[in-house]
């Protein structure tokens, strides 16, 4: 005999029972989560302030502590990380000496915008999250577009190799 199937999610949920120990275990894991998140912040806050506390002491460099004393603070508005993610991708357009429009790239300036809007997506996501609201949508929507529309035309086959592909199988024939 085989191993057992287990319970569908609706054979789960069709006993009250189980049902009930269901939304227990999940809230559990919720708070769960809750506590582990809160004691990452209290012990974040902490070593910052030592490491404060230590630079502050020594006269050493403040830089230390940076990235614990950031993360404690508020994050930026999502209009805030839009403009600072547009100008990171307009300061690696000129460092890569990238035209701005898409027409204008070649397939290895392509690659390289589509790392460079990678990266920016990624970043913001990481402060952000996903876009959820109409507003974050709309705001973000622009990126998403430029991403696809470039991942598209770089897995798309070129038409000139195409064409070149075509021409030297007639010359063969």
């Known amino acids: 005999m085989g191993p057992a199937a287990e319970p569908s999610h609706g ?13 227990a275990l999940a809230k559990g894991r919720k708070q769960l989560k809750e506590l582990k998140l809160r004691m990452s912040e209290e012990q974040n ?26 993360s404690m603070e508020p994050a930026p508005s999502v209009e805030e990380t839009m403009d600072s993610v547009l100008r990171r991708l307009k300061e690696k357009r000129q460092h890569f000496n990238l035209p701005e429009t898409i027409k204008d790239m070649t ?27 109409k507003q974050e949508k709309s705001l973000m929507k622009p990126l998403y577009d430029r991403y696809r529309i470039i991942k598209k035309l770089l897995a798309a086959p070129s038409l000139i ?11 063969d024939n």
Not at 14 to 23: I, R
Not at 108 to 119: D, P, S, T
Not at 161 to 171: G, K, R, S
């Open 161 to 171: 190799t195409t064409i070149e592909f075509l021409d030297a199988l007639n010359e």
């Open 45 to 70: 806050s902490s070593t910052a302030a030592q490491r404060k506390d230590h630079c502050e002491s020594t006269g050493t460099s403040k830089e230390v502590g940076t990235h614990e004393a950031t």
């Open 107 to 133: 397939k290895k300036q392509m690659a390289l915008e589509k790392i460079n809007l990678q990266k920016c997506l990624l970043y913001f996501e990481s402060i952000h999250g996903q876009p959820v609201t």
């Open 11 to 23: 054979d789960k949920t069709s006993n009250p029972e189980v049902l009930k120990w269901m939304n």
